[in-house]
């Protein structure tokens, strides 16, 4: 592996979707809960895929920015919308990713080769590649 150049770390502790997370520099320390949907207490605690959700969707975003950049575009009202869903699969579990991504003022083709891009180059979209079903729309 590569010499990183960020590693972030964060540890879980308790009953795992019922339990806590913290990052090491303490900035992350959130209490987590099982969601109504799938048969626990929901509330006002997260959970592990809203966390992805929103990782995923402020990673995309940069690199969505930094193609935008590279093909000197301005996105000043771009904004990216995850929903991370949570499928049975065999005996198990199976996630499923939707990017809603807002480029108002661009033209439909040219957003959809800038969502293009993004995709390749983001290392959420890279990691999930061939795991899992990632949906993108685009909107202008």
Do not use: W
């Amino acid at each position: 592996m590569a010499e990183p150049i960020y590693t972030a770390v964060a540890t879980a502790r308790g009953e795992g979707r019922n339990g806590d997370v913290t990052s090491s520099d303490g900035v992350l320390d959130e209490s987590l809960a099982i969601p109504k949907e799938m048969g626990g207490p929901g509330g006002d605690k997260t959970n592990p895929e809203q966390l992805f959700a929103a990782g995923y969707s402020a990673c995309f975003l940069s690199a969505l920015q930094a193609v935008a950049r590279q093909a000197k575009v301005a996105l000043p009202a771009a904004t990216v919308t995850g929903s991370v869903s949570v499928f049975k699969k065999d005996a198990g579990f199976q996630l499923g990713v939707r990017l809603d991504v807002s480029l108002p003022g661009l033209a439909k083709a040219d957003a959809d080769q800038l969502v293009e891009q993004a995709h390749q180059v983001c290392p959420y979209s890279n990691a999930t590649r061939g795991n899992i079903e990632v949906e993108l729309t685009t909107t202008v």
